[in-house]
């Protein structure tokens, strides 16, 4: 080995070499604890909240897009409140249990996570004669009916009210023609009997289309009338509806199709987006009333 060579293997073996110090876990940031920041410390406790259900259990004139239900759980609720609307269009007291809709209802109640739970029940409609598979006898199964309804929603652990169906708008002779009113007297009886919280819906809106008159209450049907229809309404006697055409089948969802198809009617039984906004806030100001606990949670 010759000098220079010795000299250069010295020199390399004796330069410092530069070792980057790894952060270990304790020397990382960490999140500030109640002892670390004065702030945090003297911070209130949360209030845990106190959230509520409500369920809607009905039929047409209580779903969404054809009765009140949708605008009362969108517009008449807080934020605390989880608002189910579970009406199904055509049921009666007894097809709504017997197809398994009660099931679903049952299921919401159980759920758990809420202080409260309410189930709104409004059957009635559907119940009347000449309803093939869903009418039901006005003095045996329809009372009997709802009083199940009744205890097997306490049973859930709910807190059943009875609603009286949403009157029709047909008119003679200047009178709204009300033949719901003893299907609403079922119940609330019903609702006397089983110490029930009661909304009679059917007196309030039978009164409010009362003085509203034929001509302006057809403003409250899914669709116009047609001229002929408001005509024979401006003079005090409504005629029959017209006759509802077949639906038009979906075509099966692709990527140009719709996602489905609404077919909306004129009578004088379901509402438009202007009709449900009417009488759901009818709904909400009678259910502040009958369930003073709800109050706080309801929008006018």
């Not at 020397?27 to 911070?43: C, E, F, G, H, V």
């Not at 008449?76 to 197809?99: F, K, M, P």
């Not at 859930?156 to 169906?165: E, I, S």
């Not at 408001?230 to 639906?247: D, F, I, Y």
């Amino acid at each position: 080995m010759t000098f220079k060579t010795a000299l250069l293997a010295t020199a390399i073996i004796l330069t410092p070499v530069t070792v980057l110090a790894q952060p270990t876990p304790a020397a990382m940031p960490t999140a500030l604890s109640p002892t670390d920041d004065p702030s945090i410390t003297d911070r209130p406790a949360p209030k845990p909240i106190e959230p509520v259900k409500i369920i809607l259990v009905g039929d047409s004139t209580m779903q969404v897009g054809s009765g009140w239900g949708g605008s009362f759980c969108d517009y008449h609720v807080t934020s605390i409140v989880a608002c189910i609307d579970l009406g199904r269009g055509g049921r009666s007291t007894y097809s709504y249990r017997a197809e398994g809709s009660w099931n679903v209802a049952l299921d919401e109640m159980k759920s758990g996570g809420f202080a409260d739970t309410y189930v709104l029940i409004q059957f009635g409609h559907n119940d009347q004669p000449g309803k093939p598979g869903r009418s039901t006898n006005l003095v045996t199964e329809f009372p009997a009916n709802l009083k199940h309804y009744v205890e097997e929603a306490r049973e859930a652990g709910a807190k059943p009210v009875l609603v009286t169906p949403l009157t029709r708008r047909d008119f003679k002779g200047g009178v709204l023609q009300d033949d719901l009113a003893p299907w609403a007297a079922a119940v609330r009886k019903v609702a006397a009997e089983l110490d029930v919280p009661l909304l009679d819906l059917h007196a309030d809106s039978a009164a409010a289309v009362q003085a509203m008159g034929a001509a302006a209450a057809t403003g409250l049907a899914e669709i116009p009338p047609p001229p002929d229809v408001l005509a024979a309404a401006e003079s005090g006697t409504t005629m029959p509806a017209p006759k509802r055409e077949p639906a038009v089948p979906v075509p099966p969802t692709s990527d140009t199709t719709p996602a489905g198809t609404v077919h909306l009617y004129f009578d004088y039984t379901h509402l438009s987006r202007t009709g449900a906004d009417y009488f759901s806030k009818i709904v909400a100001d009678e259910l502040a009333q009958a369930v003073p606990a709800l109050r706080k949670d309801l929008l006018p």
